[in-house]
């Protein structure tokens, strides 16, 4: 097994909380995996906390991080979403949404007061979070004759993948999901069984 595709996440929501000056920065961290989650969780807690001044959040998606996007949402450029952002990296993680909902109390921080609030709330939120380990994977789609069904499911059991949507007709249908590690292995195992993957998610 190749630990190349193994990361860190959280497994549910958490909170977080910072108080300076008045305001009050409530933090809320997310296991998420598509930026439509991300949108959705934000548009939700804009709702929940209509009456806050601010709503600051940065994520980071898949095993290589490389999707990620920091939110100011009107604070001074770089004051909070990069402090947000940079809580999430150094804590390891991916798969992770957090959003900083920010109640203004009438005196202003300054930059190096917000920063240290945002970074503040969020380090508080990821302190409390269940960090687990997620497998990097992709899903494939296969579709084979009956008379192939051994041969499949050996492969299936021996390699250990997770499947769903399994149809057992004439034609046979199923899904599993093969970790990156042993992508290439499983490849060459199936193509070797007979070009049965229709396609990959």
Not at 177 to 201: A, M, Q, S, T
């Amino acid at each position: 097994m190749n630990a190349n595709d193994a990361y860190k996440s959280v497994s549910g929501r958490s909170e977080g909380l910072f108080k300076d000056n008045g305001s009050r920065f409530l933090a809320f961290a997310y296991p998420v995996e598509t930026e439509e989650e991300v949108k959705e969780i934000v548009s939700s807690l804009r709702k929940e906390y209509h009456d806050a001044r601010h709503h600051c959040y940065a994520y980071r998606l898949g095993l290589d991080g490389s999707v990620w996007r920091a939110s100011d949402d009107g604070e001074p450029a770089g004051s909070s979403g990069r402090p947000i952002l940079g809580q999430i990296d150094s804590a390891g993680l991916s798969d992770v949404l957090v959003v900083v909902v920010r109640y203004f109390g009438g005196i202003k921080l300054g930059i190096p007061g917000l920063i240290r609030a945002y970074k503040t709330s969020t380090a508080d939120a990821l302190a409390h979070a269940e960090v687990v380990e997620k497998i990097a994977g992709r899903w494939y789609d296969l579709h084979f004759p009956y008379e192939a069904l051994p041969q499949v499911m050996k492969l299936v059991k021996d390699m250990d993948l997770p499947s769903r949507d399994q149809s057992f007709e004439l034609e046979c249908t199923m899904s599993v999901r093969v970790r990156l590690g042993i992508e290439e292995n499983f490849l060459e195992r199936i193509e070797k069984l007979g070009n049965f993957i229709k396609n990959k998610d």
